[in-house]
């Protein structure tokens, strides 16, 4: 299969999405904008540094791609749009059983949200790499920013993952971290393994995170000051909003939202040998969000009080969690 029929195979069966006036096939996508602004992010996956193939499926980065992307419109206010995708890796993995996972896991994700696939590149490569570009529109509302956040404010995070109307919130936090430890831990026996219920719903959060998209206009309407995603741990992100905005961000581990999800990942912590205030506190890729809120004006559905802002401290700005240190907590590439 050449370069072009391999394209086309893998863009077959894409969702186009809303407003996009002419999608792959040609050098740039066209796509309608009523509010005439944009936001755009662009996120990456490369194998053996964010993913392994022993344990993820293309299905799986596919999804993981097109999820972590679509959060990262959501978090400033935006309803995701459409994006773009570029894939490269060995020609036998593209051209196999791999590629077509990975553009099924794609589309999958993104018609959940009715986003559209509309365009993107590929490229042999030693390794398997998945990058994403999305647009977000903001339709008419100003975009909800890092840096907005203001003393007195409710510091506040999101359900952890999308729930269907009706159904019961889930605002465990951590999920993504455990199922990381687990993998990590049982190796090739994981998957045989992780049919005990917890560890099945921890592995699954690390591999098709599923976060609530949903909330981040939500929060936008509810007149957030402030919101970010929760992409490298609630403690990292969370000082990241603190000096972006120039205050103190304090987190209350005893808040309902971060103790129960302490004791929901409890029994596998201890099955592993870990700290679960680690997974909650410093995990990354749950995907859920963070934000603040004035005070009194209560909060919108799906969010959970976590902790308050305030004036800073004699050290800055910056995030400080009750009988916990933060310093140094959160995933770094480059640390």
Partial sequence: MDEDALIAALTRDLPPGEGALLGPGDDSAVLALADGRATISTDILVEGVHFRSAWSAGFDVGWRLAAQNLADAATMGAVPRWLVVAVAGPPAALGGEWGADFARGLGAYCRRWRVGVVGGDLSSAPVLVASGTVVGDLEGREPVTRFGARPGDVLAVSDAVATPPGSTPVWALGGSAAGLAWLAAKGEESERIAEEVLAKAAVAAYLRPDPPLDLGKRAALGRATAMIDISDGLAKDAGRLAKASGVRAAVDPSSPALAGSMARWAPLAR??????????????????????????????????????????????????????NPQTAGWDHFA
């Avoid at 099955?271 to 859920?288: K, P, Y």
């Avoid at 005070?295 to 969010?303: K, V």
């Fill in 271 to 324: 099955a592993l040998g870990a700290d679960q205030r680690d997974w909650v506190l410093a995990g990354g890729e749950d995907h859920a969000f963070l934000a603040t809120f004035p005070a009194g004006a209560g909060l919108p559905g799906g969010w959970h009080g976590i902790g308050k802002v305030s004036e800073p401290g004699p050290n800055g700005p910056g995030v400080e969690i009750a009988g916990w």
